[in-house]
């Protein structure tokens, strides 16, 4: 499993990520998504109104190298944030639907994942470490 169980908690709290996708001319595009956690593949699938037509989308035709970010303020006083930030590989997918939603997503399969500030609010916000871990590959 790529994902610890308090991270994939996290995942399942959250409304929103920021997806940066990069388009053939090099340039990088960042976009808030809306998403889900694909438990039976340990993937995170992005999801959206007209996905098919999207920047984001057709960036993944040239390059499928994506970086996603979840993250919020925990507390203001203290201080503390938390953050998920997930490298790895997307592909166009399909999924079904029952909303009005494109059935076209954006499925990403983690490389490398920096976990902060989730779980732990013991330790002083300050003293917080980043848990960054290559994800295993399986091999076919």
């Known amino acids: 499993m790529s994902f610890k169980p308090l991270e994939i908690d996290y995942l ?10 990069i388009a053939p001319d090099g340039t990088l595009q960042n976009s808030p998504v809306g998403f889900t956690y694909n438990e039976a593949l340990g993937t ?3 999801v959206g109104y007209r996905m098919s037509k999207s ?10 190298t994506v970086a996603f970010v979840v993250d919020d303020i925990a507390s203001r006083s203290p201080w503390r944030v938390r953050c998920l930030e997930i490298r790895g ?5 399909e999924a079904q639907t029952d909303d009005g939603i494109d059935a076209a997503i954006i499925r990403i399969t983690p490389k490398r994942i920096i976990s902060f500030g989730i779980g732990d609010t013991d330790t002083e916000p300050h ?5 960054s871990r290559d994800v295993p590959t399986t091999s076919n």
Do not use: C, H, Y
Not at 12 to 21: E, H, Q, Y
Not at 89 to 93: H, L, N, P, V, Y
């Open 12 to 21: 399942k709290s959250a409304d929103l990520g920021r997806l940066a996708t």
């Open 89 to 93: 590989t997307a592909e166009q997918a």
């Open 44 to 46: 995170i699938d992005v």
């Open 127 to 131: 003293d917080l470490v980043p848990d």
């Open 55 to 64: 920047r984001k989308f057709r960036n993944l035709a040239t390059n499928n």
